[in-house]
């Protein structure tokens, strides 16, 4: 994703191994900051991994995230939202041989 959006020109932001609460904690610092207001329109990308649905223990609310780009600085402005999260869910299993 990262080599798409340089690619295209478009100012980028990349942060990896972000905890729960410090993705919300950067979407808001993302979505205050003075540059913004000079943008076109902003694209937002979560990609992560999770177990059982959660990061950290808490289940991520786009909803959530996506309320933050109601700021000032973006009314009026496209926002483009991709959510991919890779659920890793366990399973028991069992097994019986019969020979």
């Known amino acids: ?8 020109n478009i100012a ?7 905890k729960y609460s410090e993705i919300f904690d950067q979407t ?3 979505v205050n900051h ?3 207001e000079d943008a076109f ?3 937002f990308v979560l990609m992560g991994y999770g ?3 959660l990061v950290d223990g808490n289940q991520i609310n786009t909803e959530e995230i996506m309320n933050l780009f109601l ?5 009026s402005k496209p926002k483009w ?9 366990f399973y028991k299993v069992n097994f019986q041989l019969h020979g």
């Open 12 to 18: 980028t932001e990349v942060h990896r191994g972000l």
């Open 71 to 75: 700021h000032r600085n973006l009314r």
């Open 1 to 8: 994703m990262e080599k798409l959006f340089l690619g295209l």
């Open 28 to 30: 808001e610092r993302f």
């Open 34 to 36: 003075e540059s913004i």
């Open 51 to 53: 177990i059982g649905n």
């Open 81 to 89: 939202f991709i959510f991919q999260v890779t659920l890793i869910l």
């Open 41 to 43: 329109m902003s694209v």
